[in-house]
């Protein structure tokens, strides 16, 4: 069975600094692999997906992600953090040719301070 | 093209009444995926439906839950005598049939209390 991991419960960044947020995950075959935004009393929206090809993944609102296969990370990065980047972040991960559910992490709570 | 719509998007309940939950996907989509999500909790998988299909349903409480997705209408999340520990926000979502490389997208939730 897939999972995810999220080590990180809450993530502080200085606005203009750089971030990450950490994700790691588990799959039997080949992932595909997700990450989800979540703002106060609303639904998740995507941020961006690896289906395959270059491990460097751009996405919205700037953020990119790296996929690394012997690492089994997916860590969500931006160069230069804004305020409304604050948010709660949701890693995802669905195995690859199966009709499978997709699995989310437990959020990481990202603040990002002025 | 809407997006998800889910209703109602606050439902308040008393203990020992039932709950109905329904979640209409974008249009196309053949695939609905429930959530249940706890304050200061991540998203916890419950059901995985395709239309009059579940196809997994490990993440479903054993009583009092139930999921259906019928050939016409919505999606309905069902609970039966509703207890406090209940209360939630509820979070449906629905894919294409494409073996899964397209991403879920995400109604914009049912937040559920029960008094």
């Known amino acids: 069975a897939q999972s995810v991991a999220q080590p990180e419960d809450q993530v502080n960044v200085a606005e203009g600094n750089p971030l990450t947020v950490k994700c790691t995950y588990s799959?039997?075959?080949?992932?595909?692999l997700f990450w989800y935004v979540q703002y106060p009393n609303r639904g998740l929206q995507f941020l961006l997906k690896?289906?395959?090809?270059?491990?460097l993944v751009k996405g919205s609102y700037g953020f990119e992600a790296e996929f690394n296969k012997s690492q089994t990370s997916f860590h969500l990065k931006k160069p230069s953090a804004l305020v409304s980047d604050s948010a709660l972040y949701f890693c995802a991960v669905r195995d690859k040719g199966r009709d499978d559910k997709i699995i989310f992490g437990k959020g990481t709570r990202l603040h990002i301070l002025p | 093209n809407a997006g998800v719509m889910q209703n109602p998007r606050h439902l308040v309940r008393r203990r020992g009444q039932e709950a109905r939950l329904r979640c209409s996907p974008m249009k196309g989509h053949s695939h609905v995926y429930w959530y249940r999500q706890l304050p200061e909790e991540g998203l916890k998988f419950m059901v995985y439906l395709q239309k009059e299909n579940i196809i997994d349903e490990s993440g479903m409480p054993k009583e009092r839950f139930s999921a259906e997705f019928p050939k016409e209408g919505p999606s309905i999340l069902r609970i039966q005598q509703v207890v406090r520990g209940d209360s939630a926000a509820y979070f449906c979502?629905?894919?294409?049939?494409?073996?899964?490389?397209?991403?879920?997208?995400f109604g914009q939730g049912t937040r559920l209390t029960v008094v």
């Open positions: 799959v039997s075959g080949n992932p595909y």
């Open positions: 690896y289906i395959t090809g270059d491990n």
């Open positions: 979502a629905s894919s294409p049939r494409d073996r899964g490389f397209t991403e879920a997208f």
